[in-house]
């Protein structure tokens, strides 16, 4: 059904008012699909075009994306997507910063606590003896990272498992907003074993004191990088301290296209969102960005990994895990994360006029106002 753009508006106008807790008609579901669908091809297809004008652009066994030094992509990402995936281990639940593209935003203050002297890893609870009983029963995994929510509130208490982990020679990288980062903090980090760094520039919208941090990273941990979801004000802010930033002697930019959960999406409100095969939804300029940073990095030639971590990464990221953890074949864990799809978040971009569907049909006998009953 290639539903046009008016039909579609006029349809998730109405979607948009329903009661949370009405049932959809299994027509009025596929008319919502045919929309995603809309939606998403047109977004694809600007986005392909805008790949198609990067001379450089290189994928990773077509998981991923990325432009620059091929020895600078982080071995974290080649884990994540070619490894065994990529362990999470938590600790810290608190942050000293609120970020508006947040996961957790409005919940920072009732995160749960992992426990006096544990870690959580897999989703289990470990206090530090009990690691290498873990890595004497099961396989090591290529990479781990350190996540959940900012490290360096209580940086001290990392750097005897890093080592642990360190010794059993596996990757380990940690991500940082970067403020509480000091340089003795980051000699320990290094000193303990820890492979990556990666600071969320985007949270501090390029603070001159995380870009010094970068710098002093650079001269202690082997691969330091920007990971950060792509967002306007990112990209204006590192646009004004480009030559800093690349001065850092930072290796890699990771660019994560920015998606959404129930507890951030307000704060995007009135922005154009798409839905990425019924699973993440994202603003449509998240990604765009990401392929105009990448386009500037080719053209100028830096020196480093820049890398497009969209949505369509994340799917490939799914399917390797699920792989090679043996589960049944096309099985993936990624998904959509709101519990009811938030159709009003999509008027937005039925409204904008410079958005137009590839093709558009007349919809269907039983599917036009009043024809629908089952």
Request: glycine share 6%; aromatic share 12%; charged share 25%.
């Amino acid at each position: 059904m290639k539903i046009s753009k008016q039909d579609a508006l006029m349809w998730f106008e109405f979607f948009a008012m329903l009661p949370e807790e009405e049932e959809l008609m299994i027509k009025q579901q596929e008319i919502i699909y045919a929309t995603f669908a809309q939606i998403e091809a047109a977004i694809n297809d600007r986005n392909k075009r805008m790949m198609s004008e990067i001379k450089g652009l290189k994928t990773l066994k077509n998981r991923t994306y990325y432009v620059g030094n091929d020895a600078k992509f982080p071995m974290g990402c080649r884990s994540c997507l070619m490894g065994t995936g990529l362990s999470a281990i938590r600790k810290t639940n608190k942050c000293n910063i609120v970020c508006k593209f947040c996961y957790n935003y409005g919940e920072l203050d009732c995160q749960p606590p992992v426990g006096e002297g544990m870690w959580e890893i897999g989703g289990t609870k470990y206090y530090e003896e009990d690691i290498d009983l873990l890595l004497s029963i099961q396989d090591k995994p290529t990479g781990v990272s350190y996540v959940y929510l900012e490290p360096f509130m209580e940086i001290e208490k990392y750097y005897s498992i890093i080592k642990k982990f360190s010794e059993a020679g596996i990757h380990q990288h940690m991500y940082t907003n970067g403020l509480l980062a000091t340089e003795e903090s980051i000699k320990a980090l290094a000193e303990a074993g820890l492979n990556e760094l990666r600071f969320n520039l985007g949270a501090t919208n390029c603070a001159d004191k995380v870009i010094e941090n970068i710098a002093i990273a650079k001269k202690y941990i082997k691969k330091v990088g920007i990971e950060t979801p792509m967002t306007p004000e990112f990209f204006e802010s590192f646009m004004k301290k480009k030559e800093a930033i690349l001065a850092t002697g930072l290796d890699f930019i990771n660019c994560a296209e920015l998606h959404l959960n129930e507890n951030n999406i307000d704060n995007y409100e009135g922005e154009p969102m798409y839905i990425c095969r019924h699973g993440y939804i994202s603003p449509t300029w998240s990604r765009e960005l990401t392929l105009k940073l990448m386009k500037l990095a080719d053209d100028e030639q830096w020196d480093i990994a820049v890398h497009d971590c969209s949505n369509h990464t994340k799917f490939a990221r799914g399917l390797n895990l699920s792989g090679k953890e043996g589960k049944w074949f096309g099985a993936n864990n990624y998904a959509c994360e709101f519990n009811r799809l938030p159709y009003h978040a999509f008027l937005p971009i039925l409204r904008d006029e410079n958005l137009k569907f590839l093709s558009e049909e007349e919809l269907p006998e039983g599917y036009k106002p009043g024809e629908l009953f089952f």
